[in-house]
Structure formats: C-alpha cells, structure tokens
Antibody
Framework: QLQLQESGPGLVKPSETLSLTCTVS??????????WGWIRQPPGKGLEWIGSIYYSGSTYYNPSLKSRVTISVDTSKNQFSLKLSSVTAADTAVYYCARLDLGATHFDYWGQGTLVTVSS | EIVMTQSPATLSVSPGERATLSCRAS??????LAWYQQKPGQAPRLLIY???TRATGIPARFSGSGSGTEFTLTISSLQSEDFAVYYC???????????FGQGTKLEIK
C-alpha cells in the first residue's frame, strides 16, 4: 500500500523559506510514470494546488505561487520536497503531499498533512 | 485560470436521504473532474475521477455525472459517515494545472 508522509518544521518566521519533504513508502518514485504534488489548505479554508513534479524532475507550478516555489525530487531517498520562499502569515496552512494518477488528472494518494504556521 | 464554483456552500440532509452537490467550471474541462471527501483533521479522499468513475473502494451510493462545465455528485442514501466536506477539482491540460472548488459542507439535518 502506497504511503506518503510529510515532514518539516511546524513554525517558520515571516520572510523565511518554508521547507517540507514528502517520503514515499510502499512504492518507488522512479519506478512508474507518476507525477507527485503539493497541495495546501489554510485553516478553515479550501484546497490550493501548489505544484507538481515528475520523477525525472519536470515541474509545473501554480502561477500564483510560481515566483516563490521550488519542488525537487530525490529518487535515491524516495522523496520529493517543497520550498516556499518569502513566507507571510497567508502561507499558514496544512500542507499535503500527494500522488497524481497515471493520467495526471487527479490525486489518488495523499499524505496525512502537516500544519505549518508562519509567525515570529 | 479556470474557476470552480460549488453549490450550495452547506447542505443539510437527513440520514437515508439523497444528497446532490453541484460543481460548475468557468470554462469547459471536458470530463477532467474529480470529487474528494474530507473529514475534520483528515486528508481529502478521492471519490470520483473522470467525472463519473468511482475510485477503488468507494461505495456504489456515490455517483458522479456531468461534462463540460456542469457536474454533480450524488449520494443516494446518506450514511452517518458521509457527513463531511466535499470538493471538486478540475485538471487543465496545458499548462498542467489543478483548481479546486471552495467545498460543500454536507451536514446532518
């Protein structure tokens, strides 16, 4: 059974960079042609796609966040990562990592999510 | 950017009754539409993809329909575990992008 687990600091200071890692178990990031993605959800609000990455490293980002986002993959560790720079309180959210299906049309496996609070 | 609008924001239904949730796209998304269920403190769970295909393990009481800009999620006979927030999500072919509706909260009447 495929499992995804987010990890990283739960508290980030304003103007700094938020960094999260998603560890995939029960399957290899590089063994199949899947995309992997990050989605966030501010407290009490809806879902926002941040960006996606292919195991080869090809990336696609939400245009509204593109200037601040970097997603990378480390196939040797079976992980992919998110960096969001110049954070503000508006970036406070639960951050989810997820797998996109083979057609890359929907998210079929999700991590449990991790709350990141931006505060001094 | 394609905007997804869900209605109603909150739907109150009694157990055993039918619930109908709507999702409208600002432009055609063909059948590139998925539905998710989210319970408090949990990650979203995929219910429907391709507008009408149930995901693995999803009960038959959940059904999706629609194409283009108008989509519907129907829960035929509500069980207690179905009360949650439901999100629709569209996929844009190029450049690849995904947008979610704002959600419909399905509550017990």
């Amino acid at each position: 059974q495929l499992q995804l687990q987010e990890s990283g600091p739960g508290l980030v200071k304003p103007s700094e960079t938020l960094s999260l890692t998603c560890t995939v178990s029960g399957g290899s990031i590089s063994s199949s042609s899947y995309y992997w993605g990050w989605i966030r959800q501010p407290p009490g609000k809806g879902l926002e796609w941040i960006g996606s990455i292919y195991y080869s490293g090809s990336t696609y980002y939400n245009p509204s966040l593109k200037s601040r986002v970097t997603i990378s993959v480390d196939t040797s560790k079976n992980q992919f990562s998110l960096k969001l720079s110049s954070v503000t309180a508006a970036d406070t959210a639960v951050y989810y990592c997820a797998r996109l299906d083979l057609g890359a049309t929907h998210f079929d496996y999700w991590g449990q999510g991790t709350l990141v609070t931006v505060s001094s | 950017e394609i905007v997804m609008t869900q209605s109603p924001a909150t739907l109150s239904v009694s157990p055993g009754e039918r619930a109908t949730l709507s999702c409208r796209a600002s432009q055609s998304v063909s059948s590139n539409l998925a539905w998710y269920q989210q319970k408090p403190g949990q990650a979203p769970r995929l219910l429907i993809y391709g507008a009408s295909t149930r995901a693995t393990g999803i009960p038959a009481r959940f059904s999706g329909s629609g194409s283009g800009t108008e989509f519907t999620l129907t829960i035929s006979s509500l069980q207690s575990e179905d009360f949650a927030v439901y999100y629709c999500q569209q996929y844009n072919n190029w450049p690849p992008a995904y947008t979610f509706g704002q959600g419909t909260k399905l509550e017990i009447k």
